[in-house]
């Protein structure tokens, strides 16, 4: 789930391997194994299939859940993974008219969880209390289920997805920014011919990370895989990674302006995103302008330093001491500084004690983030064994450190990956494609102006009039607020509903 953050973690797995040895002449001493030898991961257990009744207001659904994993494996049958999912399909629907949605979180790094236990998925638990809150799920009155069968994919090393190859190129592939996607991709493939979903519509739905593998995963499953894509749905997405200079970057600041602006009015009532059109417009031109005349110019310092002070609600001195140049950091440490709380980047109206309040900078836990953590793993572990009666021996991992520390992001003279040059693509290749992107407005990882200032580089005609930006009070995960996750289910079934 993450963007300025949004590299995360775990472990893989290995094979035995052994040597012969002729007994009529002296062995030759063996040479070391390029791998050493470790235990063989557990395998997964077959796919089971439940049927399952959903009793929930003004309405009941009856629907199959089936829990499982698909084998990828390299040209010459070696395995390369187990990748687990979890597909909901509605009963008494003809295959050929339902729509199915392919659901991934983020990180790269994350499992499918935070979607599926907190906006769209049969059942879900509330988020909020930290991480002692109850992990019970419950029937989800927001589900996408009425509209859309869901397939919750875990990518590699996370839920109960397995890495199982020893070699080194392959397991770096499969941490890798293109070779995330085209496994990926064929693992939706793979899964629409077993189900012969084929000739469904398909969507897709990506939060954060996600979101960015969305417009990457439409171009690869339509030029590799031959599988079209009707819709996207992308949720506080990071399409773009590259352009960043810390020697000077006044779009880093300029983006963040309204999120934390928005934050700092929040404590004043609701705020709507039409309340920040004044600071998206200063943002956008004095801003920006003052920023390049640099550290020379007294006049433009002190402009800028006032200006920025009175939107986000900090410490004048503060700000100046600073020259304007207000980071995350400084942002959220500040804002409720009087009261010895620190705020979420994820949501930076979500608050928690600062466990180091004389410190200037710090490490410490996110609000959000962190406090969601276990009740969402919790809950998880709960469908697979109460719900879906799918057992494996392993632990089920939210999050992966493997790939948080060894993610490949790209080398040569263009490292820095984006997702908007293949949305564009995706666009004009197919007129029927549209697109929903969704952001919360006190987001500061992924926050929702960078988005808006990409989009409005794409040409309206043909193209731009098929992708909508909606933002909801909330942050990067919105849907843990009611009303925001009810809003952003209205908005998805309009798009799935659209001629």
Known sequence: ?????????????????????????????????????????????????????????????????????????????????????????????????????????????????????????????????????????????ETWLDFT??????????????????????????????????????????????????????????????????????????????????????????????????VFDPFYYAVRLPSM????????????????????????????????????????????????????????ALVARYHGWINNDIFLRALDRDAGRVSSAYDATITSVDPWPLATVTPYPDPVLEGFKAPVSSAMVAIYTTQLNWRPDHAYRLESPTAFRQWDWGHGMMPDPQAVGFMRSALALDPHLHVLIAHGLFDLVTPYFATQLLLDQIPSAGVGERIRLVTYAGGHMFYTRDASRIAFRDDAQALFTAE
Do not use: C
């Open 261 to 316: 602006t928005a934050a700092a009015r929040a404590a004043r009532g609701p705020v709507t995103r039409a309340q920040l059109a004044d600071v998206e417009h200063y943002a956008t031109t004095d801003f920006l302008l003052d920023a390049t005349k640099g550290e020379r110019d007294a006049a433009a310092i002190e402009r800028r330093g006032k200006a920025v002070a009175d939107f986000i609600g900090l410490d004048p």
């Open 1 to 141: 789930m993450r963007a300025t953050g949004l590299r995360n973690w775990l472990l893989a797995a290995v094979i035995l391997t052994g040597a012969a040895a002729n007994a009529q002449t002296p062995a030759e001493p063996a040479a070391p194994p390029a791998h050493p030898a470790q235990p063989a991961m557990p395998r997964l257990p077959p796919d089971t299939t439940t049927h399952q009744t959903l009793d929930l207001p003004g309405r009941t659904l009856h629907f199959s859940a089936t829990a499982g994993a698909i084998r990828l494996s390299d040209d010459k049958n070696a395995p390369r993974a187990d990748i687990a999912f979890i597909a909901y399909q509605l009963d008494g629907v003809e295959a050929r008219d339902r729509k199915v949605t392919f659901v991934l979180n983020g990180g790269p790094g994350f499992a499918s969880g935070w979607l599926q236990v907190g906006a769209v998925g049969p059942w879900r638990i509330p988020m909020e209390g930290g991480p002692s809150a109850s992990p019970a799920p419950l029937p989800n009155a």
């Open 149 to 246: 069968d869901l397939v919750f994919i875990d990518p590699a090393d996370t839920g109960f997805s397995q890495v199982l190859t020893t070699n080194d190129d392959a397991r770096k592939r499969l941490f890798s920014v293109d070779g995330d996607i085209a496994y990926l991709a064929e693992v939706i493939r793979l899964w629409l011919d077993r189900s012969n979903r084929g000739v469904s519509p398909k969507y897709l739905l990506g939060e954060s990370y996600g979101g960015f593998r969305g417009p990457r995963l439409a171009r690869e499953l339509a030029s590799v895989q031959g599988v079209g894509v009707s819709g996207l749905l992308l949720v506080s997405p990071a399409l773009d990674f590259g352009g960043r200079s810390f």
